[in-house]
């Protein structure tokens, strides 16, 4: 398997073939590298296990792992839903462009302004395991 980490002539580590030196020198640091093909490779790995033995698979990225819009357009384009646990990661999943079909939201403890903002929202997928009163 092909991590897309490797390191170069000079010793440096390259990131999906870029020398991380050039990027911190052109960036500085500290820097957040993603690797795009990475994530999008890791997506239709899993995709593809599991729809190969279950109609009708959908994957749901679980956004609390990790909000941030790259990478989170990186999983809308290649066909992702999202679960959302909190109004921000729905309104975070939305400016990310996911439609709000593609989003569940699972919330514990819910209010009732986070249940009509997830309505409100278009979300038509809502789990929830208690109402807070």
Same mark, same amino acid.
């Given at each position: 398997?092909?991590f ?5 002539e000079?010793?440096? =580590?390259?990131? %999906?073939?870029i020398d991380?030196?050039?990027l911190?020198?052109q960036?500085?640091?500290?820097l957040?590298v ?6 999008k490779?890791n997506?239709?790995r =899993? $995709?593809?296990a599991?729809?190969?033995h279950?109609k ?8 609390k792992?990790?909000t941030?819009l ?8 290649? %066909? ?5 646990v ?8 939305? =400016?990310a462009?996911?439609?709000?079909s &593609?989003i569940?939201y ?8 986070e =249940? ?8 038509? &997928?809502?789990k $929830?395991?208690?109402f807070?009163k």
């Amino acid at each position: 398997m092909d991590f897309n980490l490797k390191t170069n002539e000079k010793g440096n =580590l390259t990131i %999906g073939g870029i020398d991380v030196h050039d990027l911190a020198s052109q960036y500085q640091t500290p820097l957040y590298v993603i690797d795009e093909d990475r994530i999008k490779n890791n997506y239709k790995r =899993l $995709y593809d296990a599991f729809s190969s033995h279950y109609k009708n698979f959908k994957m749901y990225y679980a956004c609390k792992a990790n909000t941030n819009l790259s990478v989170m357009r990186i999983l809308e384009k290649a %066909g992702s839903g999202i679960g959302a646990v909190s109004p921000g990661e729905i309104y975070t999943s939305l =400016l990310a462009g996911f439609d709000p079909s &593609k989003i569940i939201y699972t919330g514990n403890n819910v209010t009732d302004n986070e =249940l009509e903002f997830a309505v409100e929202s278009g979300v038509k &997928k809502i789990k $929830y395991e208690d109402f807070q009163k």
